[in-house]
């Protein structure tokens, strides 16, 4: 068992495929001994083949995780990499990160008095090979919002509203956008945590 660790049964630290702040923190959150590694994959290339192939926009946050999983899993050898993606469709269209506040305004604005679907998948490698994955979807529904409002709203939140898909995150100032929420909290932030802890139970990496 790895030190400091109550439940973790691998024998290194769980190397986490991803750049994301927030989900280290999950990780760490549930007491996983945590490494981070940021995965080099052109996700929009990625994205545009898997589309082209005719996968759902929904799905895209699975070949993406997957992607990062197996850019990373080759060059460390015996270790379980775990990757993590997040797709936002409204309407059957999918939406990115904003670029910058004017694009987070457009946004926002798109989505207002709409519901759309948040999914977040996970992929767990280890040399090279897919040894687990999972998935779940959450859908909100936004408030009808003025413009003046969307542009009180960006300037407030600052870099916040370019740092996550959809323009918000729904832990902080981004609550204020939504009239009604629906499904796992986890999932909303980018990682499906239930299912990922069911995952490595299943592969006895957990206790």
Known sequence: MTAGSTFWR?????ILASGSATRRQLLQAAALPVEAVRPVVDERAIEADFLAMGGPPSGV??????AKALSVSPSHAGRVVLAADQMLTCEGRPFHKPEDA???RRQIALLAGRRHELTSA?????DGQIIGRGASTAALVMRA???AFI???VAEAGPAATASVGGYQLEGLGIHLFDRVEGDHFTILGLPVLDLL???????LLA
């Not at 691998?10 to 769980?14: M, N, Q």
């Not at 946050?61 to 997957?66: G, P, R, T, V």
């Open 198 to 204: 069911a995952a490595l139970r299943g592969l006895d």
């Open 61 to 66: 946050a699975a070949a993406l995780a997957e």
């Open 10 to 14: 691998g024998d290194a630290p769980l």
């Open 151 to 153: 542009e009180a709203y």
């Open 122 to 126: 996970f992929v767990l490698a280890r």
């Open 145 to 147: 919002l003025t413009p």
């Open 102 to 104: 004017a694009a987070a």
